[in-house]
Protein backbone atom coordinates (compact mmCIF):
# COMPACT_ATOMS: atom_id res chain seq x y z
CA UNK A 1 0.00 0.00 0.00
CA UNK A 2 1.51 3.69 -0.76
CA UNK A 3 0.40 6.20 1.12
CA UNK A 4 0.89 9.81 -0.83
CA UNK A 5 0.77 13.16 1.41
CA UNK A 6 0.69 16.54 0.21
CA UNK A 7 1.57 19.65 1.39
CA UNK A 8 2.75 23.41 0.22
CA UNK A 9 -1.06 24.78 -0.53
CA UNK A 10 -2.39 28.20 1.12
CA UNK A 11 -3.82 31.40 0.30
CA UNK A 12 -2.06 33.19 -2.41
CA UNK A 13 -3.11 36.32 -4.76
CA UNK A 14 -3.41 36.35 -8.35
CA UNK A 15 -0.25 36.40 -10.40
CA UNK A 16 1.69 35.07 -7.43
CA UNK A 17 3.22 30.86 -7.18
CA UNK A 18 2.92 28.06 -5.06
CA UNK A 19 4.92 24.78 -5.41
CA UNK A 20 2.77 21.76 -4.30
CA UNK A 21 4.58 18.57 -2.96
CA UNK A 22 3.83 14.82 -3.14
CA UNK A 23 5.77 12.82 -1.12
CA UNK A 24 5.35 8.64 -1.10
CA UNK A 25 5.67 6.16 1.67
CA UNK A 26 7.19 3.78 -0.92
CA UNK A 27 9.31 4.07 -3.80
CA UNK A 28 7.77 5.97 -6.28
CA UNK A 29 9.24 3.78 -9.14
CA UNK A 30 7.27 1.04 -8.29
CA UNK A 31 4.83 3.80 -9.62
CA UNK A 32 4.48 3.57 -13.76
CA UNK A 33 2.28 6.90 -13.49
CA UNK A 34 1.44 10.12 -10.93
CA UNK A 35 0.42 13.25 -11.24
CA UNK A 36 -2.17 16.40 -9.98
CA UNK A 37 -5.97 16.37 -9.99
CA UNK A 38 -7.63 19.31 -8.66
CA UNK A 39 -11.64 19.60 -7.58
CA UNK A 40 -12.86 22.89 -7.30
CA UNK A 41 -16.45 23.42 -5.59
CA UNK A 42 -19.08 22.37 -7.50
CA UNK A 43 -17.38 20.99 -10.30
CA UNK A 44 -15.76 17.71 -11.13
CA UNK A 45 -12.15 16.40 -9.85
CA UNK A 46 -10.15 17.19 -12.96
CA UNK A 47 -6.39 15.89 -13.74
CA UNK A 48 -4.59 18.83 -14.31
CA UNK A 49 -0.68 17.20 -14.87
CA UNK A 50 1.37 13.53 -15.09
CA UNK A 51 4.15 12.55 -15.00
CA UNK A 52 5.26 8.90 -16.19
CA UNK A 53 8.42 6.62 -14.63
CA UNK A 54 10.58 7.91 -17.63
CA UNK A 55 9.99 11.54 -16.99
CA UNK A 56 7.64 12.60 -19.61
CA UNK A 57 5.10 14.83 -18.96
CA UNK A 58 1.39 15.66 -19.54
CA UNK A 59 -0.47 19.12 -18.83
CA UNK A 60 -3.97 20.20 -19.06
CA UNK A 61 -4.59 22.81 -21.82
CA UNK A 62 -5.77 25.05 -18.65
CA UNK A 63 -2.37 25.66 -17.03
CA UNK A 64 0.28 24.92 -19.59
CA UNK A 65 2.49 27.11 -19.55
CA UNK A 66 1.63 28.48 -15.98
CA UNK A 67 2.35 24.78 -14.29
CA UNK A 68 5.49 22.71 -13.91
CA UNK A 69 5.08 18.97 -12.96
CA UNK A 70 8.25 17.05 -11.75
CA UNK A 71 9.79 14.26 -9.93
CA UNK A 72 12.58 13.47 -7.62
CA UNK A 73 13.17 9.68 -7.54
CA UNK A 74 15.39 9.76 -4.58
CA UNK A 75 13.13 11.74 -2.25
CA UNK A 76 9.96 9.84 -3.45
CA UNK A 77 8.40 13.13 -4.17
CA UNK A 78 6.47 14.75 -7.37
CA UNK A 79 6.53 18.45 -7.27
CA UNK A 80 3.62 20.69 -9.15
CA UNK A 81 4.92 24.12 -9.37
CA UNK A 82 2.21 26.62 -10.08
CA UNK A 83 3.18 30.72 -11.67
CA UNK A 84 0.83 33.02 -12.70
CA UNK A 85 -2.25 32.13 -10.81
CA UNK A 86 -5.21 32.86 -11.94
CA UNK A 87 -8.91 32.68 -9.08
CA UNK A 88 -9.88 29.66 -11.27
CA UNK A 89 -6.94 27.88 -10.33
CA UNK A 90 -8.92 27.83 -6.46
CA UNK A 91 -9.61 24.29 -6.04
CA UNK A 92 -8.51 20.91 -3.59
CA UNK A 93 -5.49 19.80 -5.21
CA UNK A 94 -4.90 15.61 -4.95
CA UNK A 95 -1.53 13.96 -5.53
CA UNK A 96 -2.14 10.40 -7.46
CA UNK A 97 -0.78 7.55 -8.45
CA UNK A 98 -0.86 4.77 -10.85
CA UNK A 99 0.55 1.31 -11.45
CA UNK A 100 -0.18 1.45 -14.81
CA UNK A 101 0.58 3.73 -17.78
CA UNK A 102 -2.73 5.98 -17.14
CA UNK A 103 -4.15 7.92 -13.92
CA UNK A 104 -7.49 7.40 -14.82
CA UNK A 105 -8.68 6.27 -12.55
CA UNK A 106 -5.38 6.21 -10.35
CA UNK A 107 -4.99 3.11 -7.94
CA UNK A 108 -3.48 5.94 -4.69
CA UNK A 109 -5.18 9.39 -4.22
CA UNK A 110 -3.67 11.79 -1.36
CA UNK A 111 -5.72 13.60 0.69
CA UNK A 112 -5.82 16.64 -0.97
CA UNK A 113 -3.93 20.64 -0.23
CA UNK A 114 -6.26 23.11 -0.12
CA UNK A 115 -5.04 26.33 -3.00
CA UNK A 116 -7.05 29.25 -2.88
CA UNK A 117 -5.76 32.34 -5.40
CA UNK A 118 -7.85 35.47 -4.27
CA UNK A 119 -7.92 38.28 -6.94
Known amino acids: QVQLVESGGGLVQAGGSLRLSCAAS????????MGWYRQAPGKQRELVAS???????ALADSVKGRFTISRDNAKNTIYLQMNSLKPEDTAVYYC?????????????WGQGTQVTVSS
Open 51 to 57: IIRRGST
Open 26 to 33: GSILSMNT
Open 96 to 108: AAGLRGSLVPPDY
